[in-house]
């Protein structure tokens, strides 16, 4: 298993040990194939949030359809979900953290999943604290039980990343890496630890009743980050282009909104994705993001990024070889579309 340390946890070998399992089911989808003048494209998202507010743009401003694309949303709840369906072709692009694919690359996967746009640029995640806290500083965490996420995971590394930088040893700090991202919040309400790292709404939800405070945000603390990104496998990218392309072009439209409009025009466009969140709070949630500049202006996944991610990696202990970024990453759509 070339380039994943033994540190990467039992939840990145897991995470490789389905994949290369399934890695050899299906040849992926042949646009020479389909006689169809829209192309059906199955995307996989790693979760439903409103931290990806420019790909819910397009799809409720119809750009995808524009496009000649008819989208299948699919939610995987998890990274490992996400790749595994993208692997066994249950879908076509996967949206995840990239960290995902240099796992699959490390493991040997032949016909390995490619990055070809990235979305975000900041982390999305939030520090709250179970008391109101002033002046927060990030060497109030030690000797603290934290609730970070699952090990191997960008909530976790960039959190780890972000302690380095501050001079904290992350051993330091009691960090909870048993419960997954998306129960952290309820186990938090629960009594479980004494901060915990939480994406939106869950962040928000806590303020709201009471059960914590946002103290800081990770997303502005660790600078810009290529949080996440949609992938496919070299084999789809090849056979399929004018499709990437397409999906591409619909998404920069998507992007390109976000940047023109304010938080309260973004929320209002995405809100049927969100049918159980009021306005107000999705609102101050975008707008959240909005101004720590979560999302960039283009798609382009640069080579630069590329590498401060393989440095959180290693910072982290599941890197020993780093990936190259030609073989990870193609800017080829991603600039088509910016033009």
């Known amino acids: 298993m070339k380039g994943v340390s033994k540190r990467a946890g039992a939840a990145c070998i897991a995470l490789l040990t389905v994949m290369l399992a399934v890695a050899g089911c299906g040849n992926g989808a042949n646009e020479a194939e389909s006689g169809s003048s829209k192309k059906e494209v199955v995307l996989n998202?790693?979760?439903h949030s409103i931290f990806y507010a420019p790909m819910?743009?397009?799809?409720?401003?119809?750009?995808?359809e524009e496009k000649g694309i008819e989208l299948t949303l699919v939610t995987g709840f998890g990274a490992d979900k996400t790749m595994t369906a993208v692997l066994t072709d249950e879908a076509d692009i996967g949206f995840m953290g990239s960290e995902s694919t240099i796992y699959t690359y490390a493991g040997g996967t032949e016909d390995y999943v490619v990055n070809f746009a990235q979305l975000t640029q900041r982390a999305g995640n939030f520090l709250v604290?179970?008391?109101?806290?002033?002046?927060f500083s990030w060497d109030m965490l030690v000797g603290k039980d934290v609730l970070g996420?699952?090990?191997?995971?960008m909530p976790e590394m960039v959190f780890e990343y972000i302690l380095g930088?501050?001079?904290?040893?992350?051993?330091?700090v009691?960090?909870?890496q048993s419960i997954d991202f998306g129960s952290t919040a309820a186990a938090f309400s629960g009594g479980q630890g004494d901060f915990t790292v939480e994406f939106e709404p869950h962040a928000t939800s806590l303020e709201q009743k009471g059960e914590g405070y946002v103290v800081a945000s990770l997303g502005e603390d660790s600078g810009y980050v290529p949080y996440t990104s949609f992938s496919a496998r070299k084999s789809y990218l090849e056979k399929n282009r004018d499709t990437v392309q397409a999906f591409t072009d619909a998404l920069q439209k998507g992007m390109d909104y976000v940047q023109s409009h304010t938080p309260a025009e973004i929320a209002e466009v995405i809100a049927p994705q969100f049918p159980e969140t009021e306005m107000d709070t999705l609102t101050a949630i975008v707008e959240?993001?909005?101004?720590?500049?979560?999302?960039?202006?283009?798609?382009?996944?640069?080579?630069?990024?590329f590498e401060l991610l393989q440095n959180i990696l290693e910072d982290s202990g599941v890197l020993e070889k780093r990936?190259?970024?030609?073989?990870?990453?193609?800017?080829?759509?991603?600039?088509?579309?910016?033009?």
């Not at 819910?56 to 995808?64: H, K, Q, R, S």
């Not at 996420?149 to 995971?153: H, T």
């Not at 501050?166 to 330091?172: Q, T, V, Y």
Request: glycine share 8%.
């Open 288 to 305: 959240r993001y909005y101004k720590q500049d979560t999302w960039k202006e283009n798609l382009i996944f640069e080579e630069s990024a």
């Open 149 to 153: 996420g699952r090990a191997g995971g």
């Open 165 to 172: 930088k501050n001079g904290i040893d992350p051993a330091d």
């Open 323 to 339: 990936v190259p970024y030609a073989e990870l990453v193609t800017a080829e759509f991603a600039q088509k579309a910016a033009e």
């Open 45 to 47: 998202e790693v979760a």
């Open 174 to 176: 009691r960090i909870d």
């Open 56 to 64: 819910y743009v397009a799809i409720e401003e119809g750009y995808f």
């Open 129 to 135: 604290s179970r008391e109101p806290v002033e002046d």
